[in-house]
């Protein structure tokens, strides 16, 4: 993965968060674009995502060498667990997004089999993007396995507590203060904290991105 740091890998456990129209959407889009892995993304709640990958609205995909974008009909809590069971029993060498990942756990509850992706997918080359507005309602035990955190504008003092605590020093001025697409990343494995500038979509990371999701389908 070739992102904001050269610390960044693909098997990461990574958390983007930020109110609504803060940018981390288009940063995930971007974060995408720019992984030499293959992707699968749960669409379940947006469907805001069908542009970056194959659409399927059932659990018969495989994932080869191109990205899957999965937007279920239904999209409940069995939806999600039956999607990270498939996606473990029949994916490796690839990352594993989750658009709004806050509708599908509690600070004391995980599905089991998105417990194992992120705790020990690694060791199967997966990574995760989790992706969502809402921080403070996410599972404890998704927390504990993020190496980056990337923090765009909040407003909600429990969100805010929320970050600076796993962030390990109190930055709730400075996410309040981020400027229009601004975000702060939290390089949890090396105790570090940048703020960064709005990202721009190379030209070369869009080519490479036409060219594995093309030549595929």
């Not at 968060?17 to 720019?34: C, D, N, P, Q, V």
């Not at 417990?115 to 996410?138: D, E, F, K, N, Y």
């Not at 955190?149 to 796993?166: M, N, P, V």
Request: proline letters at 3%; a neutral charge; hydrophobic letters at 35%.
């Amino acid at each position: 993965m070739r992102e904001s740091g050269e610390s960044m890998k693909s098997t990461d456990v990574i958390l983007i968060t930020g109110m609504r129209g803060s940018g981390k959407s288009y940063f995930a889009e971007h974060l995408i674009r720019s992984n030499i892995l293959p992707t699968v993304i749960y669409d379940g709640a947006t469907h805001e995502h069908s542009n970056l990958g194959e659409v399927h609205t059932k659990l018969d995909f495989k994932l080869d060498k191109k990205n899957i974008v999965y937007q279920p009909l239904d999209d409940t809590p069995d939806d999600f667990e039956n999607f990270c069971n498939y996606v473990w029993k029949n994916c490796s060498n690839c990352v594993v997004v989750i658009e709004e990942l806050a509708n599908y756990t509690t600070s004391n509850y995980i599905s089991p089999y998105f417990s194992r992706i992120c705790r020990i997918g690694r060791h199967r080359g997966m990574g995760v993007i989790g992706i969502t507005q809402r921080p403070a309602r996410l599972s404890l035990i998704f927390m504990s396995q993020c190496d980056h955190l990337f923090i765009f504008r909040q407003r909600l003092i429990r969100d805010l507590d929320f970050l600076s605590e796993w962030s390990g020093t109190r930055i709730n001025e400075k996410i309040a203060a981020l400027k229009e697409y601004k975000f702060l990343h939290c390089d949890l494995s090396h105790d570090k904290i940048t703020e960064e500038k709005p990202v721009k979509s190379s030209s070369a990371d869009k080519t490479a991105f036409r060219q594995k999701n093309t030549q595929f389908q």
